[in-house]
């Protein structure tokens, strides 16, 4: 009896151990929902640990006719509810939307709002929740200087204030981000209910959409979509900043040596103290997407795995960590169409099973 104990444990292990390498990837929303242009997309888990998506779509990038919809994956369900409009400026498109639950469960929304044909001529908006999503305040203004946007999730600092990513985004031509184009954060202090800034990040080429982690009480890194045109190049790469004042101050960007196509990376921490970099492996396509792994401390990123591949483009990835330890990317393809969510453990990157 003890024998055949065993050996359904063994067979339920190896079992665990095949399920913590898989990648599962779903479809989320494609054009036939509201908005045919999608891109891009955020996700956070709220207090009853329900997902909730929020993206951007209309007509296309610079409609006048772009809304936020939001939409909720509820514990238990596999649909995704049908997307609804939970941000829309009367003849103003919308951007870029951000939505994250801070630590006493409010949700807060950011996204981006263009007075005129370009991103440069944007700002940033928000809105908030206190019913976990259900239902938003009236907007407020954020940042009032041209140019500004959002696209990556805050993050909660040690002594307790949120860093929220933010961008200065200069220039007339829709294909080349300008030189002067420059990273920096928001940070909020919940005690007081006040914003401030912080310094820029500064490169060569420019640099926008910084994504940010806290490795000690001082020390912040972050991983930084360089700038610059969408053609070809052999000098395309992911961007890296530091600040060793608590996120107050920033060094100048350096390159690092992952590639970068001119797209959005995404960069957290894991619960266990690894770091998660999710980006294009390419110099000028937004092909494959990739995830590394850093387990000491973002000294290096050996292990790594494509989550999207082939002649398509997989971009703008979005990762959260939900309470359960599983690792969530939504990102967009299918020509900014589709809306898809990958979902897995650690270990399908890693390699290294979970302990019976």
């Known amino acids: 009896m003890g024998r055949i104990l065993a050996l359904v444990l063994c067979v339920a292990g190896v079992e665990g151990y095949a399920e913590s390498y898989n990648i599962e990837t779903y479809r989320v929303f494609g054009p036939e929902h509201p908005g045919q242009y999608k891109h891009p997309a955020s996700i956070t888990q709220?207090?009853?640990?329900?997902?909730?998506?929020a993206y951007y779509g209309g007509s296309g990038e610079y409609g006048?006719?772009?809304?936020?919809?939001?939409?909720?994956?509820?514990?238990?369900?596999?649909?995704?509810?049908?997307?609804?409009?939970?941000?829309?400026?009367?003849?103003?498109?919308?951007?870029?939307?951000?939505?994250?639950?801070?630590?006493?469960?409010?949700?807060?929304?950011?996204?981006?709002?263009?007075?005129?044909?370009?991103?440069?001529?944007?700002?940033?908006?928000g809105k908030i929740s206190d019913d976990g999503a259900m239902t938003w305040s009236d907007s407020f203004m954020l940042t009032f200087e041209e140019g500004t946007m959002v696209r990556g999730q805050p993050i909660l600092?040690?002594?307790?204030?949120?860093?929220?990513?933010?961008?200065?985004?200069?220039?007339?031509?829709?294909?080349?981000?300008?030189?002067?184009?420059?990273?920096?954060?928001?940070?909020?202090?919940?005690?007081?209910?006040?914003?401030?800034?912080?310094?820029?990040?500064?490169?060569?080429?420019?640099?926008?959409?910084a994504q940010v982690v806290q490795l000690s009480e001082e020390y912040l890194v972050a991983y930084i979509r360089r700038g610059g045109s969408f053609e070809p190049t052999e000098q395309g790469y992911t961007l890296r900043a530091e600040s060793h004042d608590g996120g107050h101050t920033w060094s100048d960007a350096a390159e690092t040596a992952f590639k970068n196509p001119n797209s959005a990376v995404d960069f957290i921490k894991l619960e266990n103290g690894h770091l998660l970099l999710v980006y294009n492996d390419n110099m000028n396509d937004r092909t494959p997407l990739t995830v590394a792994v850093s387990t000491d401390g973002d000294k290096t990123y050996p292990h790594r795995r494509n989550i999207g591949g082939g002649d398509n483009t997989f971009a703008y990835p979005y990762a959260i960590q939900t309470r359960d330890g599983k690792i969530h990317i939504i990102y967009t393809t299918n020509n900014r169409t589709t809306i898809m969510h990958a979902v897995f453990d650690e270990y399908a990157i890693i390699g290294s099973p979970p302990e019976l």
């Open 64 to 125: 006048a006719d772009t809304a936020v919809y939001g939409s909720r994956l509820s514990v238990g369900e596999a649909q995704w509810t049908p997307p609804q409009v939970i941000a829309d400026t009367p003849d103003r498109g919308e951007g870029n939307p951000v939505v994250w639950q801070a630590p006493d469960a409010r949700v807060w929304l950011f996204y981006v709002n263009r007075y005129g044909d370009t991103w440069s001529n944007a700002r940033v908006k």
């Open 157 to 209: 600092l040690k002594n307790g204030d949120y860093l929220l990513p933010v961008y200065y985004e200069t220039g007339e031509d829709r294909e080349k981000n300008a030189s002067d184009t420059v990273s920096f954060f928001m940070r909020y202090n919940p005690k007081a209910k006040t914003w401030t800034e912080s310094s820029r990040i500064r490169s060569t080429m420019g640099n926008l959409q």
């Open 46 to 53: 709220l207090a009853n640990g329900d997902l909730y998506i």
